[in-house]
């Protein structure tokens, strides 16, 4: 069995719990315990108290990307784990729409003397069924710009390469999950099929930065229907507008997901 919390998201419909723009899931799978982002806050630890999950004992924490959103919830937490990412998690960047910085609020420095730091632009290993998959190929025409909003110290568009995803192999085929999808989430699944040789995309869950009726998401949506998958999660920076554009045109397969918001997965 494979069990997703959502500890923090974009949505709460739980009022006991609370949400912040940005994401956390905790899984356990194959004898692992992962967090998978860790939000802005402690939003994510403490909702992870109340739905009585101990971050205490993990065995490794994945951070997608160093956005602030995902990553400086990381500052609330004290286990000396492994940390993994991608070697350009600590570039610099600043939002286009507000000019702020975007990245995280701890050095590279600090956050080695916490954590185990791991960091790789190729496939990691976290166990033989979980894999962080490092830089993500780019290879379609339809996921470009509109996944990347920010900039870096000279001005120019932050190309986010440090946006990176984890797959689960299952007997029913592959689990994708994304933090922001910055590098796309069709590339991120294609990538995952090429990391683990599999091509039947069982589920893919997390946040797939899409904003608008365009393009880009017309094209996402014909690549989920085209390849048959069967469970969509959408999260974080998945606007109200896509998730409803989703279900209009996939109702069986998607699901919204919010904090609190617990999957049971067979594997």
Do not use: W
């Not at 069990?3 to 692992?32: A, M, Q, T």
């Not at 492994?82 to 420095?109: D, I, W």
């Not at 025409?141 to 000279?154: G, M, R, Y």
């Amino acid at each position: 069995m494979i069990k997703i919390v959502v500890l923090n998201d974009d949505r709460c419909d739980n009022e006991k719990l609370e949400c912040e723009h940005g994401l956390s899931l905790y899984i356990e799978y194959d004898n692992i315990k992962l967090l998978f982002d860790a939000g802005q806050t402690d939003i994510f630890l403490n909702n992870a108290m109340k739905l009585g999950i101990n971050l205490d004992d993990l065995d490794a924490i994945v951070l997608s990307h160093g956005d602030y959103d995902h990553g400086n919830g990381l500052k609330y937490l004290n286990a000396k784990t492994k940390l993994v990412c991608h070697p350009a998690f600590m570039k610099y960047r600043v939002s286009k729409r507000t000019g702020n910085f975007a990245g995280l609020n701890q050095t590279k420095e600090e956050l080695n003397k916490r954590f185990n730091l791991s960091l790789t632009k190729e496939p990691y290993n976290i166990s033989e069924s979980i894999i962080f998959l490092g830089e993500i190929e780019r290879n379609n025409d339809f996921e470009k710009e509109d996944n990347l909003p920010s900039i870096d110290e000279v001005g120019n568009v932050y190309q986010h390469f440090d946006d990176s995803g984890i797959v689960l192999k299952t007997s029913q085929g592959i689990i994708v999950i994304s933090g922001c999808s910055h590098s796309g989430i069709c590339n991120i699944i294609e990538y995952a099929k090429k990391v683990t040789n599999m091509e039947k995309v069982f589920a893919v869950i997390g946040g797939f930065h899409l904003k608008e009726l365009n393009n880009q998401t017309n094209k996402t949506i014909d690549y989920f229907i085209n390849n048959n998958i069967e469970s969509i999660y959408l999260a974080h920076c998945t606007s109200d507008i896509v998730c409803e554009e989703f279900l209009k045109r996939i109702p069986k397969n998607v699901k919204i997901l919010s904090s609190g918001a617990c999957l049971n997965i067979d594997e």
